[in-house]
């Protein structure tokens, strides 16, 4: 099982940015996915989470400009991202519980990280 998150890049202050994180390979369900960040000289940090019957929660800092969902068929996670700030520049990672089997608990995944950065 791999998360694959794509959708990084460059962008001045008040625009936007959607990532994506796809989860693949042999896996029964997906539980919760969530999206973190990690600036320089900082410690990673929640962004948002969606669980598997789409509630979700936010960070304080990003509520009201960013938005996460899900497309359950494709197993995948977004992140919208509007309004953009220099402060949000950092690694984001995507993060998924999945399960393999009925039987096996969720297991916490990670994804490879892309790189957010917000400079005009």
């Known amino acids: 099982v791999q998360l694959q998150a794509s959708g990084g890049g460059l962008v001045q202050p008040g625009g936007s940015l959607r990532l994506s994180c796809a989860a693949t390979?042999?896996?029964?369900?997906?539980?919760?996915m969530g999206w973190y960040r990690q600036a320089p000289g900082k410690q990673r940090e929640l962004v948002a989470r969606?669980?598997?019957?789409?509630?979700?929660s936010y960070a304080d800092s990003v509520k009201g400009r960013f938005t996460i969902s899900r497309d359950n068929a494709k197993k995948t996670a977004y992140l919208q991202m509007n309004s953009l700030e220099s402060e949000d520049t950092a690694v984001y990672y995507c993060?998924?519980?999945?399960?393999?089997?009925?039987?096996?608990?969720?297991?916490?995944?990670w994804g490879q990280g892309t790189q957010v950065t917000v400079s005009s």
């Open positions: 993060n998924g519980f999945i399960t393999q089997s009925f039987f096996i608990p969720a297991r916490e995944y």
């Open positions: 390979g042999n896996m029964y369900s997906v539980k919760t």
């Open positions: 969606i669980s598997g019957d789409g509630s979700t």
